[in-house]
């Protein structure tokens, strides 16, 4: 099952504008993941946010995490034809062993830059 | 490169056969993962280790796989008796757990794309 579910499931957006997507999530958490995918590649980790954060930034990336509401957003701002991907974010569960390492993805949200 | 190979990128087989897939972390991590992923969706967790430990197996889909990570460094996962279902891309990841730092992220190698005909 996936917990995290990403919104909204695609987006369309002109080089140079900002892209905003969110990501809600059921259960108690203690990171979340921003994950990128180029369609048939792997997965490209972009940000963590730990439960104790409310913001974080990485160059053009931004991102918010509530934990009251259970949801988190990721900003990218001046996107360009390169950002188009696909964009997972993913949370932790307890898993044998210790520690919380095992990521749940959601959905994803497939964003499109155009030039 | 030193990131997370997989091996092979695609495989076609035919349903009843069975399938290994191979993946090599990277060197430093003590951690690896096996995902699915089918179209449209994101990547479902099916078992990992820690170093040559297996210590989440139960979300593995069914009896029908298996993985195994022999002396901690690569890992295969094999499938038996591979049904149409069964298509999906296999994705490797690794990490470096520790315990005392908490989450980490993953290391993704690009799949292994397998189609059941």
């Known amino acids: 099952s996936q917990q995290g579910e990403e919104d909204p499931q695609a987006l369309s957006i002109q080089e140079g504008e900002n892209a905003t997507m969110n990501c809600s999530y059921k259960?108690?958490?203690?990171?979340l993941q921003w994950y990128r995918q180029n369609s048939g590649r792997g997965l490209v980790h972009l940000i963590l946010?730990?439960?104790?954060?409310r913001e974080k930034h990485s160059g053009r990336l931004r991102v918010t995490l509530d934990t009251s509401k259970k949801s988190s957003s990721l900003l990218i701002t001046a996107s360009r034809a390169a950002d188009t991907a696909s964009y997972f974010c993913?949370?932790?569960?307890?898993?044998?062993?210790?520690?919380?390492?095992?990521?749940?993805f959601g959905k994803g949200t497939h964003l499109i830059i155009q030039p | 490169d030193t990131g997370v190979s997989q091996d092979p990128r695609h495989k076609i087989t035919k349903r009843g056969q069975n399938v290994t897939f191979r993946c090599d972390p990277i060197?430093?991590?003590?951690?690896l993962y096996w995902y699915r992923q089918t179209l449209g969706q994101g990547p479902e967790f099916l078992t990992y280790?820690?170093?040559?430990?297996?210590?989440?197996k139960s979300r593995l889909l069914s009896d029908r796989f298996s993985a195994e990570r022999p002396k901690g460094s690569f890992s295969t996962l094999e499938i038996q008796r591979t049904e149409q279902g069964d298509s999906a891309m296999y994705l490797c990841?690794?990490?470096?757990?520790?315990?005392?730092?908490?989450?980490?992220?993953?290391?993704f190698g690009n799949g292994t794309r397998l189609t059941v005909t």
């Open positions: 990841a690794s990490s470096f757990w520790n315990p005392g730092r908490g989450g980490s992220p993953l290391h």
């Open positions: 259960t108690s958490i203690n990171n």
């Open positions: 946010i730990r439960s104790n954060e």
């Open positions: 993913a949370t932790d569960f307890a898993i044998a062993g210790g520690g919380a390492d095992g990521l749940t």
């Open positions: 060197s430093e991590h003590n951690r």
């Open positions: 280790f820690q170093n040559e430990a297996q210590l989440e």
